[in-house]
């Protein structure tokens, strides 16, 4: 090294002076050689060499004794070369402070999740207008759009309040129906919400225009709002009705591991709070993860 590090010692004992000679006799070269008590030397010894002078006399302890009759204990380094040793000592916590920095500046731009702190009724409508303002679990939080996004969330049925903030690396979705909402029934027929197989059906009121096992597209009429008199005449009524089709979804994701994939395949795919998840699978392609998510979606009308 450029400067060359010291390290002083203090060696106590009866007589300390007689053991330098054995110090010698060990090739250790000494520097500043002082008495500072009776019983004390304070010496200087190159760093390389400390290991030596504790090898041949025990290291630490106040007193010297029958069996130790010399101690020595360190009393820090000298020289230009002590900062370069205190240095190297904190490199380690100075790298990690820096990793950890970097790494807290880059994440709290980020979110990982959505959570409502009040209702969470209109769950998969919240996701579907997060998803068209590009705020997607594990990416980069675009922020200027919380306005536009409540505004579009207290047109729903019975919300009287709605506020999004982020929150660390969390979206707060906050949002509050009217104690009285409005129970007006939806007009028309009952269209399918969903691409994929007919599972159940079931209409209290309006006429079934699709089977068990039917394949059916996201627009097709499930159950359309009339009913056949005995007359053979047809008669407006508003549906009531609930049908569970199976439906698969597949994307190409670009992400770093199987879980984040699935996260963005799950918001991708707006998944209800009472659809089923039946069957999940990631799998490492060129360009990221084919994500397939197969689930039970429960469409409802006015039930």
Known sequence: MFFPLRERLELQGLMPERALLRLRRAGIPLYDVRKTKSDTLRITVKKKDAATVFSVYPKGGDYATAYAPYVVRSVGYIGVGRYWETLKRRIGFSLGACVFCLSTMFFDGCIFGVEFTASSVYARE????LDEYGIRPFSRYKAGNEEKIC????????VEFCS???????????????????????????KARHTGNVLAITALKGSVEKNVGDSVNAGDTLV???????????????????????????CVVAATDEKEAFAVAYMQAAIGEEDVITYTQSVAIENGYFTRIEYTAIERMNV
């Open 126 to 129: 919240t996701f579907a207008l």
């Open 151 to 158: 505004a579009k969330l207290l047109a729903l049925d019975g």
């Open 164 to 190: 999004i903030k982020k929150s660390g690396t969390r979206l707060l979705v906050d949002m509050r129906l009217g104690e009285t909402p409005k129970t007006t029934f939806t007009k028309g027929a009952m």
């Open 224 to 250: 359309g709002d009339w009913i056949e008199t005995a007359d053979g005449e047809r008669r407006r009524v508003d549906v009531m009705a609930r049908v569970s089709i199976a439906c698969s979804y597949e």
